[in-house]
């Protein structure tokens, strides 16, 4: 069974906003050809179907730089990390070394190639090649991990396999990775989804989740606009709440962990006293396009009319949405209800501009990995620059995110971004705490814009 190209991935580096943990200055190192965990498991799952038909077998290894991470040297680990890029982009850079070559982390990358070469000496030797342009670069050991590829798998579960494989390493410590063979990661990934799928049912099922809420304020004046519905989970489940997001995906439950947000929501918006402030909720791509999601929907919203102007959707993704005219006609249900949506986390998809051109939303969301860069980054700040610009001339809102200092919000409000986030404006809180929220911006409750407010003007 082919595999769709809106699968998601579980991948453990990430946060719960989904950004890549890594040093907060990137290198501009140019890697164009590594690709991203999820890219790079598809990659491989499609050329296992394609070895069994050629006969050619393939090894994955998995290659971690020990030492870069133990050093308080902001330079050491910033080296570190450009030692790590060089040699991956040499890896795939080298004539039938690999067939394809990604980035887990500052120091993890994997690559597929022939069974017959053994990627640990080649490895070796391109640090060893590359180490003198990175001086201050603090590599103890570089660790090559092998596993033989094996046909045995359909391409479907040796994706799941590849993920799961792809996860352990992400969390392991360097040096401290055993792998197993495909059908090995296989039948663990089935054993921990039986067992979360159950959890996660549960948790839904039970409400055994809690919600905490940001302030989005208006860049020019500091006023609250709304604020955002971020799921928080007990301690029990074991998983950030994005890792718990992208299983609920992957296991078939986020429609139904989506409307079990918004029934929260709307009962919070319904015990407010006196006017309350707008919500937004997070929805999943994929429920959008779920059979009777948007139905179910409607239907809590028809029972709370009155509190439908309070309410925002932020349109998320873990993997990419396929069916863009199906969504854009979910959004448009929504909208009819006078209800704003936003297209969160853009940028950080190469189908960005794809899904600007086919939803019609309300308010665009920059991805926080523009921002948090911005004050030392040329190519971020004219990115965000031309994003407020054809927002503006579209007449849809921004929101810069990850904005924790004020240096940032600076060039984001010279920028012309209207709106921001980020533990610089407020850090999530519960609903009870909206008092400190309001203390955290340092606003006067009574400037507060009504909560019906547009975007945009």
């Given at each position: 069974?082919?595999?769709?190209?809106?699968?998601?991935?579980?991948?453990?580096?990430?946060?719960?906003?989904?950004?890549?943990?890594?040093?907060?200055?990137?290198?501009?190192?140019?890697?164009?050809?590594?690709?991203?965990?999820?890219?790079?498991?598809?990659?491989?799952?499609?050329?296992?179907?394609?070895?069994?038909?050629?006969?050619?077998?393939?090894?994955?290894?998995?290659?971690?730089?020990?030492?870069?991470?133990?050093?308080?040297?902001?330079?050491?680990?910033?080296?570190?990390?450009?030692?790590?890029?060089?040699?991956?982009?040499?890896?795939?850079?080298?004539?039938?070394?690999?067939?394809?070559?990604?980035?887990?982390?500052?120091?993890?990358?994997?690559?597929?190639?022939?069974?017959?070469?053994?990627?640990?000496?080649?490895?070796?030797?391109?640090?060893?090649?590359?180490?003198?342009?990175?001086?201050?670069?603090?590599?103890?050991?570089?660790?090559?991990?092998?596993?033989?590829?094996?046909?045995?798998?359909?391409?479907?579960?040796?994706?799941?396999?590849?993920?799961?494989?792809?996860?352990?390493?992400?969390?392991?410590?360097?040096?401290?990775?055993?792998?197993?063979?495909?059908?090995?990661?296989?039948?663990?990934?089935?054993?921990?989804?039986?067992?979360?799928?159950?959890?996660?049912?549960?948790?839904?099922?039970?409400?055994?989740?809690?919600?905490?809420?940001?302030?989005?304020?208006g860049m020019a004046d500091g006023r609250i606009q709304h604020f955002e519905a971020l799921l928080r989970l007990p301690d029990e489940t074991a998983l950030a709440p994005?890792?718990?997001?992208?299983?609920?995906?992957?296991?078939?439950?986020i429609a139904e962990l989506d409307l079990a947000v918004a029934q929260r929501v709307i009962g919070l918006l319904r015990s407010a006293p006196g006017r309350p402030d707008?919500?937004?909720?997070?929805?999943?791509?994929?429920?959008?396009?779920?059979?009777?999601?948007?139905?179910?929907?409607?239907?809590?919203?028809?029972?709370?009319?009155?509190?439908?102007?309070?309410?925002?959707?932020?349109?998320?993704?873990?993997?990419?949405?396929?069916?863009?005219?199906?969504?854009?006609?979910?959004?448009?249900?929504?909208?009819?209800?006078?209800?704003?949506?936003?297209?969160?986390?853009?940028?950080?998809?190469?189908?960005?501009?794809?899904?600007?051109?086919?939803?019609?939303?309300?308010?665009?969301?920059?991805?926080?990995?523009?921002?948090?860069?911005?004050?030392?980054?040329?190519?971020?700040?004219?990115?965000?620059?031309?994003?407020?610009?054809?927002?503006?001339?579209?007449?849809?809102?921004?929101?810069?995110?990850?904005?924790?200092?004020?240096?940032?919000?600076?060039?984001?409000?010279?920028?012309?971004?209207?709106?921001?986030?980020?533990?610089?404006?407020?850090?999530?809180?519960?609903?009870?705490?909206?008092?400190?929220?309001?203390?955290?911006?340092?606003?006067?409750?009574?400037?507060?814009?009504?909560?019906?407010?547009?975007?945009?003007?």
């Amino acid at each position: 069974m082919p595999i769709a190209e809106n699968e998601p991935m579980l991948d453990a580096s990430r946060t719960e906003r989904g950004a890549a943990i890594m040093p907060r200055s990137r290198p501009s190192l140019d890697h164009v050809g590594l690709l991203d965990a999820t890219a790079f498991a598809r990659a491989v799952s499609r050329q296992i179907v394609a070895m069994r038909m050629s006969g050619t077998p393939l090894s994955l290894s998995l290659i971690d730089l020990e030492g870069g991470l133990a050093d308080t040297d902001s330079s050491a680990v910033e080296s570190t990390m450009r030692l790590g890029l060089e040699i991956a982009n040499q890896l795939r850079q080298r004539a039938g070394e690999c067939h394809d070559v990604a980035l887990l982390g500052a120091f993890k990358f994997v690559a597929v190639h022939d069974a017959s070469r053994s990627l640990s000496p080649i490895v070796a030797d391109i640090a060893a090649e590359v180490k003198p342009r990175h001086e201050s670069a603090k590599v103890m050991t570089t660790h090559a991990h092998e596993v033989r590829l094996d046909g045995d798998l359909s391409e479907l579960d040796s994706l799941r396999a590849i993920q799961h494989l792809l996860k352990r390493f992400g969390a392991a410590r360097p040096g401290a990775f055993t792998p197993g063979s495909l059908s090995v990661c296989h039948r663990e990934w089935l054993a921990e989804s039986v067992e979360w799928s159950d959890r996660i049912r549960r948790a839904i099922g039970g409400g055994r989740f809690s919600l905490a809420f940001q302030p989005i304020v208006g860049m020019a004046d500091g006023r609250i606009q709304h604020f955002e519905a971020l799921l928080r989970l007990p301690d029990e489940t074991a998983l950030a709440p994005y890792e718990f997001v992208t299983m609920a995906e992957q296991l078939g439950s986020i429609a139904e962990l989506d409307l079990a947000v918004a029934q929260r929501v709307i009962g919070l918006l319904r015990s407010a006293p006196g006017r309350p402030d707008s919500i937004a909720i997070n929805v999943s791509g994929r429920s959008l396009v779920t059979p009777g999601f948007v139905d179910a929907l409607v239907g809590q919203i028809s029972r709370s009319a009155d509190l439908a102007p309070f309410l925002l959707f932020e349109v998320t993704e873990s993997a990419k949405i396929t069916d863009l005219h199906s969504v854009n006609r979910a959004l448009q249900t929504l909208r009819r209800f006078e209800i704003r949506v936003c297209l969160d986390d853009f940028g950080s998809g190469a189908a960005a501009f794809e899904y600007l051109r086919a939803l019609e939303v309300d308010i665009l969301k920059i991805d926080g990995s523009f921002i948090q860069d911005a004050a030392v980054s040329k190519f971020n700040r004219a990115f965000i620059r031309s994003i407020a610009a054809l927002c503006d001339g579209l007449g849809i809102g921004t929101i810069a995110e990850m904005v924790e200092d004020e240096a940032t919000a600076r060039v984001v409000r010279e920028a012309g971004i209207s709106h921001g986030q980020g533990f610089h404006f407020g850090r999530p809180a519960p609903i009870e705490s909206f008092g400190a929220l309001l203390c955290g911006v340092q606003i006067d409750p009574r400037t507060r814009p009504l909560a019906g407010s547009s975007f945009g003007g």
